[in-house]
């Protein structure tokens, strides 16, 4: 006598996959770790000097980042103002010789102190991932 091994009920039948569940969960995946990553590395720019505009923090994203966050720059700006609303960033508007005045961003001490506790956190969880898939890490 077999037993069937129970399934939960929404899970597929072996050789059923659905494609749609796998591209929406790969999406919601790179949405929150590029949520992540984008306010952990914006810290870490602010942290290296002196205060900086936008446009600044994107050419030194490109810069060091290369190709992974090039083409996001409008995407940094929802970031920014959360982590100023968050106290971890403070801003003053500054005019400009060139254009219109520009808003410059600065870490806060409280900025420093979740950047710290958040590489912390980045680095233990990088060096687990890294165990469990076999990366360059482990």
Not at 7 to 23: I, K, L, M, Q
Not at 66 to 90: D, F, M, N
Not at 120 to 126: C, F, L, M, P, Y
């Amino acid at each position: 006598m077999t037993v069937a091994a129970e399934r939960h009920p929404n899970e597929r039948a072996p050789g059923t996959a659905d494609a749609n569940g796998v591209e929406a969960f790969v999406r919601k995946f790179d949405k929150e770790l590029a949520s992540g990553i984008t306010a952990l590395t914006l810290l870490g720019v602010l942290a290296a000097g002196e205060p900086l505009y936008g446009y600044q923090i994107a050419k030194r994203l490109e810069r060091d980042a290369g190709a992974a966050l090039t083409g996001k720059q409008g995407a940094l700006y929802p970031v920014l103002r959360g982590l100023e609303a968050a106290a971890l960033l403070s801003s003053e508007v500054q005019p400009s010789l060139s254009g219109p005045p520009r808003r410059y961003y600065r870490i806060t001490a409280l900025g420093r102190e979740a950047l710290a506790q958040c590489t912390t956190r980045w680095r233990a969880a990088r060096r687990i991932v890294d165990t469990i898939l076999g990366g360059e890490h482990a």
